[in-house]
């Protein structure tokens, strides 16, 4: 067999583990988006002092709950914690 064959088949060879990867890699998004909706619905069950205990409010669930179907709303609830904390944190250094 020559080098141009084996380039010939390499080649036929090559984008296979790229669509795999990309099948795996869409499969693992879905996957996560799926577990962090599950536990975000979980949140929903919470009193609204557990609620406080981790920096978020009864509205940010609500907030969070407008996110198409195909995103994950634990990222909108983290950015909206994190700007509360900012928020505070901000006040609490004009106050002193």
């Not at 979980?42 to 669930?61: F, H, K, N, P, V």
Request: charged share 25%; proline share 4%.
């Amino acid at each position: 067999m020559s080098a141009t064959h084996l380039a010939a088949e390499s080649s036929r060879v090559a984008p296979r583990p790229a669509v795999q990867a990309g099948v795996l890699g869409t499969l693992s998004t879905v996957f996560r988006i799926w577990k962090n909706r599950r536990a975000f619905h979980r949140l929903g069950e919470m009193s609204d002092a557990e609620l406080a205990d981790i920096g978020l409010t009864r509205s940010d669930l609500s907030v969070a709950t407008d996110a198409p179907l195909g995103a994950d709303p634990t990222v909108r609830l983290r950015l909206l914690a994190e700007e509360r904390v900012e928020t505070i944190e901000d006040a609490a250094r004009r106050a002193a």
